[in-house]
């Protein structure tokens, strides 16, 4: 049998799905921005916090998306929805970082992803404060784009030894230094790779892509946090993983790791592997 072609986007198609994108994730970015001054904030029931900008741009999002393609099935982080395992949908999370946004912060950012029967094959990461986007699509390479200039192709950097690789990391939840403790070792990644920063949600897969950081690692995520950096990541030549180091259904794992080789992928997972039980 014969093996069925992953799904990608034609050339033409690329083009008219930027025309659409660019301009609605940058109206989305002005709109946070403004508001971020004046922020309400609720909370959602799992805890986690959540502005009238987070739910505003995501409403922008769907509206802009919605009417360039209305056949096109939608999921956001704010407003629910369904992903098609058949035909086209988007995955919208408005703003990736809502902490750092509350706190005034420019380390946030808006990412869309674009499926294909339930697989990724554009992302999009939009950087507001830092007045840049980086985007990708199977086939297509990886690309910055400046608010003001021309798109230029971006690349993970070269391979670097695991012990000297440069590490962003976002959040301890779930790992062994929370309380209480979860089952991933952060601790044991952070003790023996290179150097580790708090650099914080999307923007840090933004600088890997071109090469300022080495890896990142998350260790609580959603679908609409994943599907993006899927396609930038490996666009840009890179490797991800979830951190038991799968490959495969990353848009089901609730863990991610990227890295600019699968070599300092693999090293970390291995650090990042929950503690086996003593025997008994």
């Known amino acids: 049998m014969k093996a069925r072609k992953s799904p990608s986007l034609s050339s033409t198609q690329f083009r008219q799905l930027l025309s659409v994108v660019m301009p609605a994730v940058k109206a989305a970015g002005e709109l946070t921005i403004r508001r971020q001054r004046r922020i309400a904030i609720q909370h959602k029931l799992d805890g986690s916090e959540v502005t009238t900008a987070d739910r505003a ?6 509206k802009s998306l919605g009417a360039a393609w209305p056949d096109d099935s939608i999921l956001g982080e704010e407003y629910g929805g369904s992903v098609a395992q058949r035909g086209r949908s988007w995955l919208i999370d408005p703003i990736d970082g809502t902490a750092s946004y509350v706190l005034g912060l ?9 499926l294909i029967d339930g697989k990724p094959v554009f992302g999009c990461i939009h950087l507001p404060a830092m007045g840049e986007t980086t985007y990708a699509a199977v086939g297509h390479g990886c690309w910055l784009q400046p608010d003001s200039g021309r798109p230029r192709q971006v690349h993970v950097a070269p391979p670097r030894p695991y012990a000297k690789a440069n590490t962003g990391l976002t959040s301890y ?31 840090q897969y933004a600088l890997l892509c071109r090469g300022e950081l080495d890896a990142a690692v998350d260790p609580r995520m959603s679908a609409w946090d994943i599907a993006a950096l899927v396609v930038c990541v490996r666009e840009a030549g890179g490797s991800v993983s979830d951190f038991s180091g799968s490959e495969d259904n990353l848009l089901q794992a609730s863990t991610f790791v990227a890295a600019s080789s699968s070599t300092l992928r693999r090293a970390m997972c291995r650090q990042l592997a929950p503690r086996k039980a003593a025997a008994t």
């Open 173 to 203: 939840k779930q790992t062994d230094l929370f309380r209480p403790p979860g089952p991933w070792q952060i601790s044991k990644l952070i003790g023996s790779i290179g150097r580790v920063r708090l650099v914080g949600d999307c923007v």
């Open 106 to 114: 420019g380390t946030y950012g808006s990412m869309l992803s674009l």
């Open 57 to 62: 741009a995501e409403r922008l999002l769907r």
